[in-house]
């Protein structure tokens, strides 16, 4: 047995003072802010909220361009910091940027179904903005399940799109790797609608467990073992403030999805319908860029390409990036890669 004071205890005791040393930082974080760029509110609809982002530079593009994120997260994620920003980079190229906040459904929501939030939210957000402008046609970007929000809009009101770009957005939803699509295959729909509505923490828990080891362990590990310094811990911080704020599901909107997408994939069989309208991949017929991550846990990259097999217009791009799901938001690679590849395609179609 060794005796104290050998290599291993001033092993331990190096370690212990990293740990102490990263607590003290992660004290000195709780505070940060996330969300940097001055935005107005412009219009509403129930819960749901349309802003406009204050511009940086002289505009370069006339059309404004709106950004339909996913009603299971916070879209702060986009705007994090201003290094890490995809909407300060769109507003940096000049383009005028809308964003949807879906707000906190309460149990007055709890009957609103897909229908609305597609026709009367998302729809109402583009009608608002083509009245502003004449009827003029925008640009429209959907992130993740805003992604598919916007995938039907389009289908239905195809001449209400110039151009669509989907960032992280699933098609296909039975592919081999969709471990999510896998665990919810036998959800009851029925009874998660008569529950009511559901927290944010439950999905929370829900999408950890995709990784649990590196979600729930190896990342505080790592970030209590690295000495990192605060701006590093800061970072960390904002990340773990916008996972965790997840907003509540209404139970009908989230029943249906998991139904009509996880479920029965009817938008990649063609079988999807919303109100008595039959929604189909093949009457987009805008230009379309297809964002999508090669190392995705909760979209798989098959699940996004799939939409190249679907889509009716004659004007697509698709384009695989080397991050995550949510590095494709914040990571310092594709901060960089994601603008580079959206600015210059939509400026050609312009």
């Known amino acids: 047995m060794k005796a104290p004071g050998t290599a291993d205890g001033a092993a331990f005791a190096e370690l212990t003072l990293q740990v102490s040393e990263a607590l003290a930082r992660l004290g000195a974080a709780r505070e940060v802010q996330v969300g940097c760029s001055l935005k107005e509110a412009v219009w509403s609809c129930g819960k749901t909220t349309l802003y406009r982002y204050a511009p940086l530079v002289a505009r370069s593009l006339s059309r404004p361009i709106l950004i339909c994120f996913a009603l299971v997260n916070r879209p702060y994620v986009l705007d994090l910091q201003p290094e890490r920003s995809l909407v300060r980079r769109l507003l940096e190229a000049g383009l005028d940027v809308y964003l949807i906040d879906w707000g906190d459904p309460d149990d007055a929501d709890r009957h609103i179904g897909l229908e609305e939030y597609i026709e009367a939210h998302l729809g109402g957000c583009i009608r608002h903005l083509r009245a502003q402008r004449g009827g003029e ?28 770009i989907t960032l992280t957005t699933p098609v296909d939803f039975h592919t081999p790797d969709n471990l999510l699509a896998k665990w919810v295959r036998g959800l009851d729909t029925a009874l998660l609608e008569r529950c009511g509505n559901v927290p944010g923490e439950l999905l929370n828990g829900l999408f950890l467990a995709l990784m649990p080891l590196r979600l729930t362990q190896q990342k505080y590990v790592r970030l209590l073992t690295s000495r990192p310094d ?25 029943a249906q999805f998991v139904r009509w997408f996880y479920q029965e994939n009817r938008l990649a069989r063609d079988t999807l319908a919303i109100g008595n309208r039959r929604v189909s991949l093949q009457e987009i017929r805008a230009p379309l860029l297809n964002l999508y991550a090669l190392e995705d846990h909760i979209v798989p990259a098959s699940a996004s390409k799939a939409l190249g097999d679907y889509i009716g217009s004659r004007d697509y791009t698709g384009c695989a990036i080397a991050t995550g799901h949510i590095g494709m938001y914040v990571s310092r690679s594709a901060g960089a890669e994601v603008p580079g590849r959206i600015i210059p395609w939509l400026a050609q179609r312009s």
């Open 230 to 254: 605060q701006r590093t811990v800061e970072d960390f911080v904002r990340m773990e403030k916008w996972i965790f704020d997840s907003p509540p599901q209404n139970a009908a909107a989230l």
């Open 137 to 164: 046609r925008l640009d429209l970007l959907g992130v993740c399940q805003g992604g598919v929000l916007s995938l039907c809009y389009a289908a239905l009101h195809p001449d209400a799109v110039a151009n669509l």
